[in-house]
């Protein structure tokens, strides 16, 4: 009995290799395309999520430089990704409320199932306009997406410093300063009101 387990012993090791190695594949077959090893994971540090069948993915702000914060009045550029596995729908807007006055975007955004809209960087296409309120990096906001379809879809956005190789990212569009009173119709107007010089008059002729 001894002999005949000590000569089955490499067979049973075999065996049981054999199965803990099909488990995975077993596993994988059930899930099918639901796997969750051909699933996507969000980067830890950016947020996502899915509505319907547009997947929005690394969706993060890029703020002020470490040891500093975006001021209220400036801007912030906003970068995401979309990208769609149904039928066509647009992006309307976005709004960032009780932190921008409005959020900037190159008119309504198509999002198809053949074109992914990847504005990732480095030129924002999108940003914050007008801050309403004191953005600090490493917080993050709240930011809603209106699409025409799907509604509105909320998420928390990280905001990262500009370091490492976000200084390499181009910064939004300066606030556009109200106009001012133009001072040249006041200079005209004081040129004008200034008293010319009492002309000498010359001695008449005796």
């Known amino acids: 009995m001894i ?4 000569k089955n012993a490499p067979l049973r ?7 803990v190695a099909l488990i995975p594949v077993l596993a ?6 639901n796997a969750p090893t051909l699933q996507f994971h969000y980067p830890t540090d950016s947020a996502g999520t899915v509505a319907g069948t547009i997947a929005i993915r690394n969706v993060f702000i890029v703020g002020a430089p470490l040891g500093s914060a975006l001021q209220p009045g400036q801007s912030a550029s906003l970068f995401f990704s979309l990208i769609n596995d149904g039928s066509t729908d647009r992006l309307l807007s976005i709004s960032a409320p009780g932190n921008a006055a409005s959020v900037h975007l ?6 198809a199932q ?4 990847l504005w990732n960087g480095p030129q924002p296409q ?14 993050s906001i709240k930011l809603v997406m209106h699409f025409q379809k799907e ?3 909320t998420l928390q956005v990280p905001i990262f410093p500009r370091a490492t190789h976000y200084v390499t990212y181009s910064p939004p569009p300066s606030p556009t300063a109200s106009p001012s009173p133009s001072t040249a119709g006041r200079k005209h107007h ?10 000498t008059t010359s001695p008449s002729a005796s």
């Open 3 to 6: 002999r005949s387990g000590w």
């Open 13 to 19: 090791r075999l065996l049981l290799v054999s199965a």
């Open 28 to 33: 994988g077959c059930e899930a099918g395309n």
């Open 106 to 111: 190159p008119g309504p955004v198509v999002v």
């Open 114 to 117: 053949d074109k992914p809209i």
């Open 126 to 139: 999108a940003y914050l306009a007008d801050l309403t309120s004191t953005l600090t990096s490493g917080s």
């Open 151 to 153: 509604g509105a879809v």
């Open 190 to 199: 004081r040129a004008s009101a200034t008293p010319s010089a009492t002309p």
